[in-house]
């Protein structure tokens, strides 16, 4: 359902990049932990 294009994905990026956030806290709403923890593993946060 999520995309890295999504605006949630980058929304929930950017909080945990600016660490507002931490990973765990990302919520496990159909496929978007996922998308968003690909992305982070990616950029190295």
């Known amino acids: 359902?999520?995309?890295e294009n999504s605006m949630v994905v980058k929304t929930w990026f950017?909080?945990?990049?600016?660490k507002i956030?931490?990973?765990e806290e990302v919520p496990?709403?159909?496929n978007?932990?996922?998308v968003?923890?690909?992305i982070l593993d990616?950029?190295?946060v």
């Open 1 to 3: 359902m999520f995309n």
């Open 14 to 18: 950017d909080l945990v990049k600016m």
């Open 21 to 23: 956030y931490k990973r």
């Open 28 to 30: 496990a709403l159909f």
């Open 32 to 34: 978007l932990r996922d």
């Open 36 to 38: 968003v923890y690909s």
């Open 42 to 44: 990616r950029e190295g």
